[in-house]
């Protein structure tokens, strides 16, 4: 069992940065891929990326690519979501989610992952 806390959500104007982190509860950190879901009101939760158990691999939504970067360090126990260039359109609650797996693979769907976080809150204004 693992528990995520998720922290940096926050205000911000169009065009700036944010990064957020995950904190995760235990020992086996190192054998979860990790990911970060987004929902906004009225939508459906939706995947903005994921990173392997290793970090070795990465997968983007197309909406976020070339803006956002997800990164973890093992040894802190810790995934990050570095968002720069924001858009209104990426006003959403962010969760963090986690599934143990022996994979190398990223996980890209909800389904797919076993532990949430309790999301932060990210507004961009215009």
């Known amino acids: 069992q693992v528990q995520l806390v998720e922290s940096g959500g926050g205000l911000v104007q169009a065009g700036g940065s944010l990064r957020l982190s995950c904190a995760a509860s235990?020992?086996?950190?190192?054998?979860?891929?990790m990911g970060w879901f987004r929902q906004a009101p009225g939508n459906e939760r939706e995947f903005v990326a994921g990173?392997?158990?290793?970090?070795?691999?990465?997968s983007y939504a197309d909406s976020v690519k070339g803006r956002f970067t997800i990164s973890r360090d093992n040894a802190k126990n810790t995934v990050y979501l570095q968002m720069n260039n924001l858009k209104p359109d990426d006003t959403a609650v962010y969760y963090c989610?986690?599934?143990?797996?022996?994979?190398?693979?990223?996980?890209?769907?909800?389904?797919?992952?076993?532990?949430w976080g309790q999301g932060t809150q990210v507004t961009v204004s215009s």
């Open positions: 989610a986690a599934v143990a797996t022996f994979s190398t693979r990223v996980v890209v769907t909800s389904s797919g992952y076993d532990y």
């Open positions: 235990g020992r086996t950190f190192s054998t979860y891929a």
């Open positions: 990173i392997s158990r290793s970090g070795s691999s990465t």
